[in-house]
């Protein structure tokens, strides 16, 4: 199955910092999803990203499935943008596996 | 569209006890995934449903693991004979079809003393 490596594996900002997060697959994938876990443990699914670019407020994310990799960039970031980010592709034909995370701490 | 709801949210148990955990999907998603949860990991994979059936279990889920979907509803998943590495986290996640994306619910947080 595919191995999936975030980075970085921590990351401290202070508010209003942009940040980019990485996201490398060991194979080709057809999907890609993004997660955010916040501090309570709820995981949120931020974007289903395949290919290309897509936005959401101050969150996007661009998948680039030729050379197996997604950024998720956090612009002017803020204190309750802090937790973990996931990202997950498929492996197989019905199970997702997720990276170790980019845990992010952003200071007042 | 309530979300996926999961009960109990924590439980503590101690070690060869069984425990029961339910899982109620967003309804009309007839997929649906169980995955573990320990500090500082990304969630692990469980097991897959599709509508009531099984479609693929994990290695991880050793023979004293079980998981149910009747009616292709909601799911649960035993353990039995719980060992102090099973405390984790467990998660429930769905979605309406293959490649779309996953809703988690909030989790079932398992302690074994």
């Known amino acids: 199955g595919i191995q999936v490596e975030q980075s970085p594996p921590d990351l401290i900002l202070q508010e209003g910092a942009n940040s980019t997060l990485r996201c490398n697959f060991s194979?080709?994938?057809?999907?890609l999803q993004w997660f955010h876990q916040n501090p309570w443990g709820q995981l949120i699914n931020l974007f289903y990203?395949?290919?290309g670019t897509k936005q959401n407020g101050r969150l996007s994310a661009t998948t680039v499935a030729t050379e197996r990799y997604s950024l998720l960039y956090i612009s002017s970031s803020q204190t309750t943008d802090s937790g973990v980010y996931f990202c997950?592709?498929?492996?197989?034909?019905?199970?997702?596996?997720f990276g170790t995370g980019t845990r992010l701490k952003v200071l007042a | 569209d309530t979300g996926v709801s999961q009960d109990p949210r924590h439980k503590i148990t101690k070690r060869g006890q069984n425990v029961t955990f339910r899982c109620d999907p967003i309804?009309?998603?007839?997929?649906l995934y169980w995955y573990r949860q320990t500090l500082g990991q990304g969630p692990e994979f469980l097991t897959y449903?599709?509508?009531?059936?099984?479609?693929?279990k994990s290695r991880l889920l050793s023979d004293r693991f079980s998981a149910e979907r009747p009616k292709g509803s909601f799911s649960t998943l035993e353990i039995q004979r719980t060992e102090q590495g099973d405390s984790a986290m467990y998660l429930c996640?769905?979605?309406?079809?293959?490649?779309?994306?996953?809703?988690f619910g909030n989790g079932t947080r398992l302690t074994v003393t």
């Open positions: 997950a592709g498929p492996s197989g034909t019905y199970k997702y596996i």
């Open positions: 449903f599709q509508n009531e059936a099984q479609l693929e």
């Open positions: 996640a769905s979605s309406p079809q293959d490649y779309s994306p996953l809703h």
């Open positions: 990203i395949p290919s």
């Open positions: 309804s009309e998603h007839n997929r």
């Open positions: 194979d080709s994938v057809n999907n």
